[in-house]
């Protein structure tokens, strides 16, 4: 039990620095969703059931979701597929 | 007085109003340090010189090794400066760690938060609450005034979010209230069998708070989710057959409302010792408990409403 603790919990520091040291801030995001499941994970380990269904739901969740719907507001999502689309038409 | 201006005009604090109000970038501009510059303008004075005379301008041996060291210098400074800045947060983050050592142990039977406030919850909570779930009974009754204000709280974050991305009827763009966001094939066989699932569970974690883990607050949240999976899935249009802006309007001031007139009640009857008409009911049945389970109701309502208004607003800018 322990053990499994402690690797969940070295699996958290890792998507914690990588998810700030990523360039790719769509990388980033889903970086930090993995890192929300696993804190919900330590929560029932820490036997606080509440915390964890409200970080599962909130944060792997919908913070995600709302962080992406951001991303496509200002257009970071599909700036890549435009570009490629645009240089489609040029060839044209 | 144009003089003034065009200072103003070079000046660092013109270069930062404009990058603020995002004309320029601030690299661009100013930040690039002045003995760079010299050597731009110098270089550019010199191709003007050549371009003139056709001579090659004379140099001073002497300046040169001057530059050359200055630039040395700045390298040197600024690796100093990563170097330093490291060493720094490793300094903080030690101190940190240093202090964590003195904290009473995890769970430990001589820490301070295990006193005489958590076991008087733990003996009399349930008679007095009625409730098996002893944090919904804590947060609800005990910190009742702090989860008023909570979900105060989040309607006044709605709000201000309406006020910042709310568009017009007329403004939203086609492609998103069309059928441009109607997800992918996979997305919507999988959300066919998901969205019922956490519906469900949304609602037992929130009907069942007094008995079992969740409560108002995580119930809401599944229940937010699964709202914005379906509408993720089956579009905006599908969504609003059952969950359109009236009736948001409807569950969401309703809900504060009510749950604003139980809890006053709730806390004029706690803190003076007067019993609550309400009764608390078998312990353990799924109606029970008093007005906890109405409260959780309304409270769940109000988060699922905020988590969905959320999404919606910043997608498509409007429910």
Sequence with gaps: MKVILLLLVLFLIVCAVSASITKNVLVSIIIFMSYSLIMSIIWVFLQAPDLAITEAAVGAGVTTVLFFATLRRINAIDAQDKKEERREQDKK | ?319
């Design chain 2, 1 to 319: 007085m144009s003089k003034i201006r065009s200072d103003y005009e070079t000046s660092r604090r013109a270069a930062f109003r404009r990058y603020v109000s995002g004309e320029e970038d601030l690299k661009s501009i100013d930040y690039m340090p002045m003995f760079e510059k010299q050597i731009a303008e110098e270089k550019k004075e010199d191709e003007r010189a050549t371009e003139h005379y056709l001579v090659p301008p004379l140099k001073d041996p002497m300046e040169d090794a001057k530059l050359h060291a200055e630039l040395l210098g700045m390298k040197w400074f600024r690796r100093l400066y990563v170097v330093m800045s490291v060493a720094l947060c490793l300094c903080i983050i030690g101190a940190m760690v240093y202090n964590v050592a003195f904290m009473p142990a995890f769970g430990g039977t001589d820490a301070p938060t295990n006193n005489e406030v958590s076991e008087r919850y733990l003996e009399k909570g349930q008679e007095e609450t009625g409730v098996v779930n002893m944090v919904t009974g804590l947060i609800l009754q005990y910190r009742g005034f702090d989860t008023f204000g909570e979900t105060h709280v989040l309607f006044i974050a709605t709000i201000a979010v309406m006020i910042l991305l709310r568009m017009g009827k007329k403004e939203i763009p086609e492609e998103v209230d069309g059928e441009e966001s109607e997800g992918d094939v996979i997305l919507r066989t999988i959300a066919r069998f998901l969205v019922p699932m956490i519906l469900l569970f949304g609602l037992y974690v929130l009907v069942n708070g007094h008995l079992s883990p969740g409560g108002g607050f995580s119930g809401g949240a599944v229940i937010g989710a699964g709202l914005i999976l379906y509408s993720a899935a089956f579009g905006f249009t599908s969504t609003a057959r059952f969950f359109n802006e009236k009736i948001y309007d409807i569950l969401k001031v309703g809900s504060l409302g009510l749950y604003s007139l139980l809890i006053i009640y709730y806390l004029f009857t706690g803190a003076n010792g007067i019993d609550s008409v309400v009764p608390l009911g078998k312990v353990g049945a799924i109606i029970s408990s008093g007005l906890i389970l109405p409260i959780n109701v309304l409270v769940g309502i109000e988060v699922a409403c905020t988590m969905y208004a959320f999404y919606a607003l910043f997608r498509k800018g409007g429910l």
